[in-house]
């Protein structure tokens, strides 16, 4: 996936000086690259047989419709608080300096019901545990987590030991 790479924009110094950045919207805007993306994803799920794509707010809210489309399955959003209608499931997680909480509609999911996560990217696995830890709450399975990047050296896959993790690119 070196052809993905070169796409990726890297901005030095955000959101704070230290931390080098990798910007995907230099990859969303290309459109090979945007395809790429979607396609490999959406073949190395397609085995999984998932019942739902799940996307994480924000930017997976930009992978997961596309691959449930091509999958042929429904999209459910998770979503940061207070932003869904109907009553919800919650889960708070700790963040490095603070926490965050993610919510999900309670009847967005059946019991046993096959999930695939759909995120942009794998830095901690903060956030991705706490989506497991949604779906499970509602009985759900979830057959796999995906995303476009991966920083390996943060070992977020470590936390997620036991789940399928599929990333693209890897830093």
Known sequence: MDELKKLIREVPDFPKPGILFYDITTL?????????????????????????????????????????????????????????PAPTERVSYQLEYGTDTLEIHKDALKSGARVVIADDLLATGGTALASIRLVEKLGAKVAALTFVVELDFLKGRDRLHGYDVISLVTY
């Open 28 to 84: 969303l805007k290309d459109p090979a690259g945007l395809r790429r993306v979607i396609d490999s994803l959406t073949e190395k799920i397609r085995p999984l047989k998932p019942d739902l794509v799940l996307g994480i707010e924000a930017r997976g809210f930009i992978f997961a419709p596309a691959l449930a489309y091509h999958l042929g399955t429904g999209f459910v959003p998770i979503r940061k608080p207070n932003k869904l």
